[in-house]
């Protein structure tokens, strides 16, 4: 039974870098699994989490999320379980290549996708996302109650998400995201309320320079992978 004193940390990591070459707009395609800079990322964050109370650790079903948990688990001698909700948002260009200088957003056949950043029209609405993330949030908390969890999900869900924890509008530019590859963002719950959200990145020195939070885009290596 919860009383208002439980205290429970619930950290959504992204996941590490992908091996991507050709620069394509992954989404929810399988058979993309980390690089080896991924994985420095994902056992690095492992080492980084090692003292802390975690008693649960779920992943988006996709290659690279749970590859990305899975030595945070080992580290802890846990069960990595798989958490539907912590997918990749649905998103119309998957498969295709989008990113900055690469002509997408000039192509008649891109313009119908494009009429309504609000909700997005290209993909899965925010407010969906919000509902799962939320949904699988209280689920970790309740598993983990008096203690810590994490969950290893994507950039958007993570920040849509966090900005509705904080009260902040959903619709935003996706340059200004602060969830940087095999970031934690830390929501602290008392009882089944959110009091606080915390934001850390472990592994900020193996993440390129151009993919750190607020970084500017940089003409061929800014490709909307997905994330």
């Known amino acids: 039974m919860s009383t208002h004193r439980d205290i429970t940390v619930v950290h959504l990591m992204r996941h590490g870098e992908v091996a991507n070459p050709d620069g394509i707009l992954y989404g929810r395609l399988p058979g993309y699994h980390l690089s080896e800079l991924g994985r420095r990322m994902a056992d690095r964050v492992a080492e980084h989490l090692a003292p802390r109370d975690v008693t649960y650790v779920a992943a988006s079903p996709l290659e690279r999320a749970q590859e990305t948990a899975t030595p945070i688990a080992k580290a802890h001698g846990l069960e990595l379980n798989t958490d539907e909700r912590l997918i990749e948002a649905e998103n119309v260009f998957q498969g295709k290549t989008f990113g900055v200088g690469d002509g997408a957003l ?7 996708h494009l009429v309504n950043p609000m909700r997005p029209s290209w993909g899965e609405p925010y407010v969906d996302q919000v509902v799962r993330m939320m949904a699988a949030l209280h689920t970790a908390k309740d598993r983990a109650r008096g203690h810590e969890a994490v969950l290893v999900s994507h950039q958007l869900p993570i920040w849509i998400v966090r900005s509705y924890v904080e009260k902040r509008r959903l619709w935003h530019d996706p340059r200004k995201r602060q969830c940087t590859l095999a970031s934690l963002t830390s929501f602290t719950f008392e009882g089944d309320r959110i009091v606080s959200v915390g934001y850390s990145e472990p592994a900020r020195d193996l993440v390129p320079a151009h993919l750190l939070a607020g970084a500017r885009p940089v ?4 490709k909307a992978f997905g994330a």
Do not use: E, L, M
């Open 106 to 112: 000039r192509r008649p056949g891109n313009w119908r």
């Open 219 to 222: 003409k061929g290596k800014d």
